[in-house]
DNA sequence: ATGAAAGCGCTAACAA
DNA sequence: TTGTTAGCGCTTTCAT
């Protein structure tokens, strides 16, 4: 007749404590582990436990002040990549400190995000990983600002990963890794080879990452005294479809061009197939690089040209700054280098 | 001199009830909705919420009946595509059902996914989705047998999905994808080309996923008559390395074969390269084929001939049976199809 | 319509 | 070494 008898199972430490003869509070203190109990009663308590299946309720636990952290990751797809190689990152790190971690994807809807951080306010996680490049406008940065704050108010923080700062003053740990650097050091691999139409597939305008890899094919262009045809930019996203459809246009456009870079290796996938459907040889015809170094590079055919980015790392890296810090810790913001990862698909101009 | 003074931020839903000149239990009722509050009073709390900034802490409400459901998901490693859009699937479902979704790579290990399962039990989880193929060892049933029946103790709920089966009685939702179907409808497209000495680049020996499309090899064969030669039955695992290792020894060990099937996509784009850089056209002199449809096989080149796989639709099944259950549901056990997709890499034999 | 009090499952300070 | 009591932050009777 007790509680436990009709709802089986779900028994507390009050049905431990009965069945082993013992307060509640030695229940704990057992489970608990450090605190001096007799050997006979913790044998006692222990066969309850094992008898009744329990296991301590972690939200009860939470709020007694002894839970497990929690961390929440928040990207717009999973399924891209390089976003997947961050969030093994994430996982891994988030684990390795004995953290929980939550995912949710936004599939890019600013909406969805506000009310994910919302709830991750609520559970009180001790970070909110905001992942990948957005469009950098003032209602971007007064929205990230405000859950910024909300999150400190409640003693979290948030990390910015590969996604633009806030400017000084925000509560953020801001992670990211160089584009512009990247894309300038590929470019000018690129420039080096004698290319000098080099046609650039894009992501969104307004897309941070998108602009940063664009500006520095533009300073490579510059350093080496080109000034780039406006009309070898080219704007999509940074889906596969996106490369394959930009790539056939400008093949069919007649665009003139002995090379081409994607804003990345999706982008280039797509690319080269638009390529080999056009009968088009890489490099021998045009040459093609992309950006990420996707594991999949190397089996693209040619292999991939590529920018290395370290995804995992990033991820590591951005558990660890934000969980490694005290109230005290100024606010961080790493840049992580990146290098460009020579393979077949770019040869010398023909 | 209140808690809140020294505590910035972490206010309780006592600090709104003081500053609005309520009672706790008026705020819980205005914040909880549907509840007969005079507009003055709500006005006022509402305030007092906006003004502190608060969120009732979820855990807190949880422990008192109202929390936000969880849902847990665990493979070996979300890097790979395929499973990165069952997680994505899972994902999606999840909040739409207004579930938190709580990951965890397991890297293979039992042991994490043991500890990660109990984790999940502790927080209350209402289900936990296991994904992906396993040997399948008296050991494996036993342990996951155990980890069945404590999810149900708690009123969760244990979900294989991709994985093998437990045998009657065991409280388990399964979803699974039909393999060896699949591999067998592959295979016979390969040999209604002609071929008849068919390279199987498979996975672990004991990995059921693995054997599955192994085991649609060999009948593919034999429902015509024919019994595969042992030697072309070569194993790995599902890594991109594996297949590109297994090809080459092939290549280099001599071993006569017309076509080759790949275990999974990953292993096909390793062939891929392989024979690529074996100086070998594909499908001029060899055919190739895959398994699981991952985006990228449409841009190796040849375009990769492979099964598809509903791998998203698989983790918001998972998601829907496990949480659409009541008590009295029986155990469901759901096969999904998979169809071949013909694409370029396998031609008629040479 | 609102407040006081009890309770959710746990831990910790305080006694004994 | 162990039990009693008082929280943790919230919801929900039960009164009023």
Redesign the pocket.
Same mark, same amino acid.
């Given at each position: 007749m007790t %509680?436990k008898s009709e709802d089986a199972g %779900?028994?507390?430490?009050?049905?431990?404590?009965t069945r082993a003869?013992?307060?509640? $509070?030695?229940? $704990? %203190?057992v489970?608990?582990g450090a *605190?001096?109990?007799?050997s006979?009663? %913790?044998t006692r308590v222990m066969r309850a436990v094992r008898e009744l299946d *329990?296991?301590?309720?972690a939200r &009860?636990?939470a709020? &007694?002040?002894?839970g497990t952290p929690t961390l929440a990751f928040v990207l717009e797809d999973i399924t891209g990549p390089s976003f997947a190689h961050m969030a093994h990152g994430v996982e891994r790190e988030a684990t390795r400190l004995g953290h929980l971690c939550l995912v949710c994807s936004t599939e890019g809807d600013a909406r969805h995000e506000l009310e994910f951080v919302e709830m991750m306010r609520a559970q009180r996680a001790a970070a909110v990983i905001l992942v990948g490049g957005t469009a950098d406008t003032p209602e971007y940065r007064d929205r990230t600002r405000r859950m910024a704050d909300s999150l400190a108010s409640v003693g979290s923080r948030l990390v910015l990963c590969g996604r633009p700062p806030l400017g000084p003053g925000a509560p953020v740990t801001v992670i990211e890794y160089d584009n512009e650097g990247g894309a300038y050091a590929l470019v000018a691999h690129v420039l080096t080879q004698g290319h000098r139409r080099v046609l650039f597939l894009g992501g969104k305008p307004d897309h941070t990452t998108a602009q940063d890899r664009e500006r520095g094919y533009l300073a490579a262009h510059r350093a080496r005294g080109i000034e780039p045809d406006p009309a070898l930019l080219l704007h999509g996203d940074f889906t596969r479809d996106s490369g394959h459809r930009l790539m056939r246009r400008a093949i069919e456009a007649g665009l003139e061009f002995t090379a081409v870079v994607a804003a990345t290796d999706m982008v280039a996938a797509g690319a080269l197939t638009a390529l080999h459907e056009a009968g088009l040889d890489v490099p021998g015809d045009i040459s093609l690089a992309g950006y990420d170094d996707i594991p999949f590079a190397r089996d693209l055919h040619p292999a991939l040209t590529t920018v290395h980015v370290p995804y995992e790392e990033l991820g590591r890296l951005a558990v660890r700054t934000a969980l490694g810090r005290t109230p005290e810790t100024p606010d961080e913001h790493l840049l992580l280098g990146t290098h460009v990862v020579v393979r077949d698909s770019v040869g010398p101009v023909s």
């Open positions: %509680r %779900r028994s507390t430490i009050r049905d431990v404590a003869g013992v307060s509640a $509070s030695t229940v $704990s %203190r489970l608990g *605190y001096p109990v007799s006979a009663t %913790r *329990y296991v301590a309720d &009860a636990k709020i &007694a002040g002894v």
